[in-house]
């Protein structure tokens, strides 16, 4: 009887944790320009609360950038000979730095998903989806209404692109 207990408890617990999908099309306001569209993007991925927050956004008409960071790698090799009371050493080193970062294409960019937490229902988050359903990026918002928002100026985003 106790196991039973035990058990429909930790469903209880369990069935708590995670999130809900919001049921929410993106439909974006007529007024919504394309301006005003990657204004809220940006907004969007520098408010992120996540731990992928990028540290630079530019948004094109195919695609948007996000910079997560620099990367820098080196290597050296260095050697030295005896020369009576001194030495001779020879030495190279190479550095290469790149900036890591994500392009997402409007044009690869499918249903966009907004999930609430269960726990905190102001935390949501948008996740950007590929024709194929795979998951591309999320955006932590900290509301709803700017979870929609970012959402409705994907949708823009996305119907300008298809457009041109």
């Known amino acids: 009887m106790r196991y039973l207990a035990f058990i429909s ?3 209880t ?3 708590g944790c995670g999130s809900n999908r919001v049921d929410y099309t993106p439909m974006p306001p007529a007024a919504m ?3 005003q569209a990657i204004e809220i993007v940006e907004q ?3 408010e992120d609360y996540g731990k992928k927050r990028p540290v630079h956004v530019d948004v094109t008409e195919r695609y948007i950038l996000l910079a997560d960071g620099v990367i820098s790698k080196g290597s050296g090799f260095a050697s030295a000979t005896p020369v009576g009371t001194g ?4 030495g190279t080193s190479t550095t290469i730095t790149k900036e890591m970062g994500q392009r997402i294409y409007f044009n690869n960019l499918g249903r966009t998903t907004i999930h609430q937490k269960r726990t905190n229902p102001n935390r949501c988050t948008v996740v950007l989806r590929a024709f194929d359903q795979s998951d591309v990026r999320a955006i932590h918002t900290r509301s709803l209404a ?3 928002r970012f959402a409705d100026a994907i949708e823009v985003l996305r119907s300008a692109s298809q457009v041109k």
């Open 44 to 46: 969007g991925f520098y």
């Open 146 to 148: 700017h979870a929609q």
């Open 33 to 35: 320009t394309r301006q």
């Open 87 to 90: 030495a001779i050493a020879a």
């Open 13 to 15: 617990v369990l069935s």
């Open 9 to 11: 408890l930790l469903l």
